[in-house]
Each structure stands twice: as C-alpha cells, then as structure tokens.
C-alpha cells in the first residue's frame, strides 16, 4: 500500500478519534507529510510481518511544546544526519521508520520523514492511541529502552543520548529539547524487526485511513456516521449529552479538567463526567465508572460525529461518548500498572469497558 | 451640537444614521447595498442627510463599516499580486507558505515566494541572523512582478527586529510607495495563520485605497466637509483612513460586530446574547464588557487559515424569509431562503411561496402584508413550526454560552419576529427601539483601542510588572490613535501560560478602549 494525499487526509481524521482527545493538533503535521509527499512521492506503507528480523526501525516523533510547533515549524530534514549517525552507532543502516503513538500530529510525521528520507513506513505504533508520557508504550511492556535517543534540531544539531532509565531519558532530553529551542524531532525505542514484531500494535495506520475513510463517506452520504463508526471500531455508545460545565486546570504544563455532562435523549435525566489529562482517562455515570483509560474513551459532535479534541470542549456542545477496548497488549499487570487509572492518580480499578457495559450501566 | 454619521453595508441593506453627540439617534435610514459597493454608500449618506434635519457642516465625525475587503477576497477580484518574504530557513522548510490555500486564491495573490534565512526562538534567542544579499536577490527578482510585499518571520511577535530591518530592505530596493505588510502587526503566534493574514492584508492595498478615495469622495459631493473619516474594524473599534491603508484587513466582518456593539448600546446592557436576525441567516455572538467576544478557533477567510481576532458567531440558516416544507410529516426548515425577494416571494405578499414570515403572521405573532393571503394554513401545522424554529434557536443560543446561567438575550436585525417572549436559559428578551439599524448605530458609537500582546518570561518579571507594562502599552497605542484619555478602559486582560514549555513563559493580551476625542 502507498500514503499519498487521500490516505494522508484519511490517517489525519482516524488519528483525531484514536487520540482520545489528545495528542495535539494534527494540522501542522497533516500539511508537512502532504508537502513531502508532493514533493518526494508517496511513501511505501510496509507491514510488520515484512521487516527483516535483523533490520533497524526507529521511530520518529515531535517532542516540546505544541505552541513552538505551530510557529517554528521543522525543516522537515532533521533526521537525514541523524539516522545516519545512529546507524553507524549501532553498525546497521535505518531500515524503516513507523509512529510511537497513533493520534494526533505524532501520527503524521512519520509520513513526513519517511517521504523527505525515500524510506518506507512500518504500518504500526507503539500505543494504538495517544498518551503524554515516553514509558507508556508497548515496547516498554517487553523491556526494551527508549535508549539510544536520537534528537535533532531544525538547525542540523543531533544528539544521540545513552541513558541508564527511560525516566533518566526523559529528564535529559526535556532539557535539551529547551535548549534546541522548545522543539526537537526525536527518535526513542531504536528495534529491531525481531523486537517490533513482539511488541508493536500492528496494522494502525491502515486502521486510521479506514476509520478516516468511513468518517468521511458517512458524513458525506449523511448516513448515521456514529452508528457506523461504532461498529467499525467494536466500541459502545456510552452516552449522549450536552456539555454544562468544564473545570480545568493547567499544572505543570498538563492540561487537566473535568467535563460535565447532562444526558439527552435515551439518556435524558442522568448526569454523566469525564475527567481528562490531556487525554480523555475517565467516564463515569454519577459515581459509576463507565470506562476507563487505557481503554479509549472518544467525544464525537453528536451531529457530525467529528472527534473533539480536550481543548475545543465546551458548555452547550452536544456530543456523543464511546468507548473503544484498547489492544490486549495494555490489559496485562505491567500494563495496567504503566497506563492504569492509578497511575493518573485516580483511586480504582482498570475494568474493561465491555464487562463495565454488561453490567447495564449505560441504557 | 455636533453630530457623527455611522454607515453599515450589509449583504443585503446598507444602513445609515446620524447621532448626536449624546449618542441619541436622530435618524435613520436602510438603502440596498449596489454591486460596487460604493452607490450604495452614497445613496444612503444622500438619504439620511436628505430627511435629517441637520447641519452638514456640523457632522464631525463619519464612520464606515463595509464588507469591500470580504467581497474582494471572496470573488478573488481586485486583489493586489504579492511579494512573499518568510523569515525562517532552516526552520519552516517543511511548509511553504500558501500551501493550504485554494489555488483559484494564490493565483490571484501570489507566485511569488521565498523562505529567507532567519526567524527567533520563544524565548526571543535568534535562530539564524538575517542574510541580506539573499533577501535583496529575492526583491530585485520580483519587483517588477508585484504590487505589495507580505513579511512574517518566525516568532515574530517576540520580536519583530528582523521584520522591521526586511521592511527596510524592501523600501531601499522598490521605493517608500510599496505597500508592506508585517506579520506582526497583524496575527498572533501560529506562523501558517499569521502569514495568511499578513499575505491577505497586503493583496487588499488596492481595495482599502479605492474604499478611503470613494468614501472620502461620497462625503464631499454630498455636502460632509469638516468630518473626522474613520473605517469599523472587527473587534468594535476604529481606525483612521491612514490606519485602514496598512491593516485593511482588520476591516472583515466588521458587520456582526458593529450590530452585537449596536444591540448593546441600544439596550444599555454590556453583558448579552445577541441575534440578529436576517433574511437569509441569523448570526449568533455574545457581548462581554460591551465588546463581541473574540472567536479562540483559527477563522478561514475565503479558504485561506488565519488566526486574527474576529467576533465569535454561529450564523444558522434561518431568517424571515426561511422556506417552509413538510415532508414525510416532518417540518422541514430552509436552509433555501427566498432571501431580499421576500415582498415578492412570500405568501403574505402575494407570492406563492411559504416561509417562516408567513408562519408567524398565521399566529398573530407579526403584522406584515396581508393576514388574509395565509388564514388558510392549518393552525397545528404553524404551530408545530414555530415549535421547529424555538428548537433551532434555543440550541444555538445554548451552544455560545459559556455557563448554565440565565443571560439577556438581545434581539435586533429584521426578522426578531421568529423569536418567542420566554426562552428557556435566558433571563429576558429585548427587543429596543431601532433594532433594524443596530449595525450602523454600532459603527457610530465605536470607541478607539490599543492592544498590547507578548509573551513574558515569569522568571525573568512579575506576573503584575508584566501586565502592568502590557497595560501602559496597550493604552499608549490607543491616546497615539486618537482615543481621549480620560475615557480610557482595559476592556480585556487575557494571560495564557504556554503549554510544556519551561521558564514560565506566558502570553498577555491586554486590550485598551476609549471615546473619540470631541471635537
């Protein structure tokens, strides 16, 4: 399969609802990977049964602050040296590159890179969603290190970095990615084909263009876009509702909140909540949970079905809430453990949304 | 007594009043708006000083609100060729610039474009140093091609050093006549949007030349010659003709502003929903502290992305002159309008279509044309119409509030008979006196403003020094814009910290108002 610009357009939507209201805006990115493409032609869409097990695919991100993106945007050739240097740090050439995280902007740049650098990309990720922190994905899972960590800048500085922990990772290229000016593409969880076909959540970006895809056609058609959407993605219709309060708060550069939710139609009298860190993590009924993170937990416009980002909730926007059951990957101790409701601070249990369901909470 | 003249063109009306120096309307007038705009304008300004009783001498100040920018880059006519200079290289090599535009648009814009070495850091650091040669190569290329040149660099509301010294550049090459404009004095922080705004604002000299001409021309021939000139912008305030020159562009959607502004004025409240009610559509927007609210999403202009202040509206595709369906049962509201031919068209007029006019004067809720044209209509059915509009409305209005409280909702324009006396969520409904010329009352009373956005570091200054210098600036830039001191009021104090970036780094809006200086 190629990404030219209708799969590209097609990605840009399903990464929107795959990013559980998170992620980032994927405008930047959408228009960098069309750019590229136009530019470089489109790029080769390879799945993971076809990457050699001694191969090296690196991943290729943004890292830094979405509001330094939107105004310096990259250069688009940042990883042409940088790959380059990895490769010869780790005595292989870069075979392929895929995204970490399927939604929002980091699901487009891969296309980007890929184009700009005449590579293919492998059609998997290491979340099948969005999460904020570098440990909370499925390589982690399997023991593999973010280490070594490529940076680069638009200015042609890399840095390959060896850190003893991923949090040491973390806290090192926070700093230099200040330093680099607010933004660096990076590269963290360098594998091999062995490694990824083990840990990686396969066939996402394929997923995305067809969710991409039946979003548009039904939105098109006026065929009843969130019906078919939930059948598509084996998700649950939590409930309807009109938005009647948002509380926020931004701490250390998270945004957090709570969105307040007042049911319409079948579910007119009861009061629904979803609290969010920039994802979406928790809905609930009253004081009944109804999902929960890392199962995906989607805010579609009740009209158009379009995914509504955290940051566009607001009072009287009438919305649709479902619920997608993450991969199996997640539903393991340690991965409940890495990306469980306890480890955003919220005191309960991971229960999967389809058991939670079956108990009738939702009509 | 002195008086202003206030004039708004619609898609439909272009509306004149005249109004004392008390701000009493002493009378008003609406004229059909005329493809070129301008006989329009005249006619009206003929008009209302034709049944006024009033001085031409004593008019001191005029003011225009006019949709001739809009016009210009919707039809892609007029437009000026531009001259693109991005400051940015290395950075931004990923996304040219008018790469999302349609192409019918940067055709008539620009084919012209470059990404110069340049641009700064969020924490105002340079990227790379200018490099001149590369910059005068670019304009002796294209100087004989364009007509105006859009500058944008990276970061530049940080600083806007290298704009300024590129602006130089430009004047040294191709002459002080050329008409330059500089992103940062136009958008915020989003490169793409602010380059599209300063991009769209340069290809609109020859409109705002051709506006300030005529308009200034109109005035003479009907009389108005010791008058003060002033053109609306979208955020409710003024700027001179010389102003209107460099920003034509701060011109659009100067309508719904001027009549959110009006409704507010006419029922002297400062916190309010508005609906103005039209032909076609009727525009939602929400007055906070007497000014519209500012939309926070990225507006597109004629299919191009920008990111500068505009009014935040809804417009639903329901109007006076609405057509009215059933169909499989079910009523069926527009969105196909009979729109200005309504006198025609309607059926209380003697037309043979049905639209939501004629539904209300069914019910006794208006008294238009002739009553007897629709008794025949099943009384059930208007009914559950009406229902069918309430609903429409009512969902609207919930979805631009911003909390569950009950709010005055305003009502001006021309059909506020759709609307019913009691609506759920909302507190009471006004309906004030000469709610028809709303949006030329509005253009009348606009005040002067100054505006002072920049990104502080918080480790380097207080929180309070840093709005208290963003205050002194704001008010400087509207007493240097001709606004009196004394009457001066922060009417908007915005502080966003930058997400995920260290060092605190906040950004603060601070917006300044004040009345005219009498004359």
């Known amino acids: ?363 | 007594m002195s008086y202003r003249l206030g004039i708004d063109v619609g898609g439909t009306n272009t509306d004149a009043v005249i109004i004392d120096n008390d701000l009493k309307v002493i009378n008003s007038v609406k004229t059909p708006t005329t493809e070129d705009v301008s006989t329009g304008i005249r006619k009206a300004i003929h008009l209302v000083l034709k049944d006024g009783d009033i001085d031409k001498e004593s008019i001191k100040y005029s003011m225009l609100g006019t949709t001739h920018c809009t016009n210009a880059i919707v039809e892609r006519k007029n437009l000026c060729k531009v001259g693109v200079i991005r400051l940015g290289k290395p950075a931004t090599m990923a996304i040219e610039p008018m790469i999302d535009w349609p192409e019918d648009l940067s055709k008539a814009v620009s084919e012209n474009f470059t990404i110069a070495h340049g641009g700064f850091e969020f924490d105002g650091r340079e990227i790379v140093s200018l490099d001149e040669e590369e910059i005068k190569n670019f304009l002796d290329e294209v100087k004989d091609k364009v007509e105006a040149i859009a500058i944008t660099g990276v970061f530049s509301p940080i600083s806007n050093a290298q704009e300024l010294r590129v602006k130089e550049l430009v004047e040294e090459v191709m002459g002080n006549d050329i008409s330059v404009s500089l992103s940062s004095e136009i958008g915020s922080l989003g490169l793409l949007e602010r380059e599209n705004a300063a991009i769209l604002n340069a290809s609109l000299s020859k409109v705002a030349k051709n506006i300030s001409l005529s308009f200034k021309k109109a005035l003479e021939e009907e009389g108005v010659l010791s008058s003060e000139i002033y053109l609306c912008q979208n955020d409710g305030t003024l700027m001179s003709l010389e102003h209107s020159l460099k920003y034509p562009i701060l011109t659009i959607a100067c309508g719904p502003t001027n009549s959110i502004r009006g409704a507010g004025y006419l029922s002297n409240l400062s916190n309010a929903i508005v609906l103005d009610v039209g032909g076609t559509t009727s525009d939602i927007g929400v007055i906070i502290n007497s000014f519209p609210r500012e939309s926070a999403v990225a507006v597109e202009i004629g299919g191009a992305r920008t990111n500068f202040r505009m009014p935040d509206l809804i417009s639903i595709a329901l109007g006076g002159g609405t057509v009215v369906k059933e169909k499989d049962g079910k009523v069926v509201l527009g969105p196909e309008s009979v729109g200005y031919k309504i006198t025609e068209e309607a059926l209380v007029f003697g037309g043979k279509t049905l639209t939501t006019t004629d539904i209300a004067v069914r019910l006794g809720m208006a008294d238009i044309g002739d009553k007897n044209k629709v008794s025949n209509i099943d009384l059930n059915f208007a009914n559950r119409v009406k229902d069918e509009m309430y609903n429409l409305i009512l969902k609207y209005i919930d979805n631009m509030k911003l909390t569950n409280d009950n709010a005055p909702l305003i009502l001006v324009g021309g059909g506020s008979i759709l609307v019913p006396e009691k609506i759920e969520g909302i507190s009471e409904v006004i309906c004030p006196e000469n709610h028809s010329v709303a949006n030329a009352i509005g253009a009348a009373i606009a005040q002067i403003s100054g505006q002072c956005e920049k990104v502080y570091s918080l480790l380097k200054i207080s929180r309070d020094d840093a709005i208290t210098e963003a205050r002194e600036i704001a008010i400087k830039e509207a007493v240097d814009a001709g606004a009196d001191p004394e009457s001066i009021e922060i009417v908007e104090i915005e502080d966003i910290p930058l997400a995920y970036l260290p060092g605190n780094a906040t950004r603060i809006k601070v917006k300044a108002a004040g009345n005219l200086k009498s004359a």
């Open chain 1, 1 to 363: 399969m190629k990404l030219s610009e209708k799969e590209i357009e097609q990605i840009a939507l399903g990464a929107s609802l795959l990013g559980t209201g998170g992620g980032g805006d994927p405008h930047v990115g959408k228009l960098m990977a069309l750019q590229a493409v136009k530019k470089h032609g489109p790029v080769d869409l390879i799945k993971v049964e076809d990457v050699p097990d001694d191969a090296l695919v690196v991943p290729a991100a943004m890292m830094g602050a979405p509001t330094v993106l939107v105004e310096k945007i990259p250069n688009g050739n940042e990883f042409i040296k940088a790959f380059e240097e990895l490769g010869s740090f780790l005595g292989k050439k870069v075979f392929a590159t895929f995204p970490i995280e399927a939604g929002g902007v980091n699901s487009m740049i891969p296309i980007a890179v890929a184009a700009n650098l005449g590579l293919p990309i492998v059609d998997c990720d290491g979340m099948g969603r969005a999460f904020p922190e570098l440990q909370m994905v499925t390589f982690h899972l399997f023991g593999e290190t973010a280490s070594p960590m490529v940076l680069a800048d638009e200015k042609g500085n890399s840095v390959i970095l060896n850190a003893i922990s991923n949090k040491w990772a973390e806290n090192l290229a926070r700093n230099l990615v200040v330093e680099m000016g607010g933004e660096a593409m990076i590269s963290i969880y360098s594998l091999t084909g062995k490694q990824l076909k083990r840990a990686a959540i396969r066939n996402i970006l394929s997923y995305s263009a067809e969710i991409g895809k039946l979003i548009m056609e039904t939105q098109a058609s006026k065929k009843d876009t969130t019906e078919q959407l939930i059948n598509k993605i084996k998700g649950f219709k939590l409930f309807k509702g009109k938005i009647t309060d948002i509380l926020r708060k931004t701490t250390s550069g998270f945004n957090f909140g709570t969105a307040k939710i007042d049911g319409i139609e079948e579910n007119k009298g009861d009061h629904f909540s979803i609290e969010f860190q920039n994802e979406n993590l928790i809905a609930k009924k009253d004081d009944c949970v109804l999902a929960s993170v890392p199962d995906l937990i989607c805010i579609l416009d009740l009209e158009t079905a379009t995914p509504i980002t955290t940051e566009a909730l607001k009072y009287g926007r009438r919305v649709t809430v479902i619920g997608i059951p993450c991969d199996e990957k997640w539903r393991t101790e340690k991965g409940i453990e890495t990306v469980g409701p306890r480890y955003f601070g919220y005191d309960i249990d991971y229960v999967p949304v389809e058991k939670l369901i079956e108990g009738g909470v939702s009509k």
